[in-house]
């Protein structure tokens, strides 16, 4: 599987990429494979204050529904509205095109808790076993 080493991930199987005082945030593609073929996502509000941990958005699979949790803290700036018209894009780009939402952060120190590459694939193997 690839987790790009230039992202933070969560336990919870999210990725959070930093950029121009924003952090943008979408499903792992390990998420993405054990959820199969995405068919809806209900994105939150622009303004929308988000904490991490706490669920930011559903994402709905053939399989089940499922929450998307904040990897930080913050208010919600930017959504990827291409994903309501083709949700497929979590299961076909789920590291580019597939993106969810931009979060403005509040807690600069969050960034930090977050896991990196190796980190992540490591919780990964310790759950399979």
């Given at each position: 599987?690839?987790?790009?080493?230039?992202l933070?991930?969560?336990k919870?199987?999210?990725?959070?990429?930093?950029?121009?005082g924003?952090?943008?945030?979408?499903?792992?593609e390990?998420?993405?494979?054990?959820l199969?073929?995405?068919?809806?996502?209900?994105?939150?509000a622009?303004?929308?204050?988000?904490?991490?941990?706490?669920?930011c958005?559903?994402?709905?699979?053939v399989?089940?529904?499922?929450?998307?949790?904040a990897?930080?803290?913050g208010?919600?700036?930017k959504?990827?509205?291409?994903?309501?018209?083709n949700?497929?894009?979590?299961?076909?780009?789920?590291?580019?095109?597939?993106?969810?939402?931009?979060?403005?952060?509040?807690?600069?120190g969050?960034?930090?808790?977050?896991?990196?590459?190796?980190?992540?694939?490591?919780?990964?193997?310790?759950s399979?076993?």
């Open positions: 599987m690839n987790f790009p080493k230039t933070r991930y969560a919870t199987h999210e990725w959070a990429r930093r950029g121009d924003v952090v943008v945030a979408g499903l792992s390990y998420a993405q494979k054990e199969s073929d995405v068919v809806y996502v209900e994105l939150p622009i303004g929308k204050e988000v904490k991490q941990g706490q669920p958005a559903v994402v709905e699979s399989k089940a529904a499922f929450d998307v949790y990897p930080v803290s208010k919600v700036v959504v990827n509205k291409t994903l309501e018209a949700p497929s894009l979590v299961n076909t780009d789920s590291y580019g095109e597939g993106w969810f939402l931009e979060i403005e952060p509040s807690q600069t969050e960034w930090d808790s977050l896991l990196d590459a190796g980190t992540y694939e490591s919780v990964l193997q310790e399979a076993h």
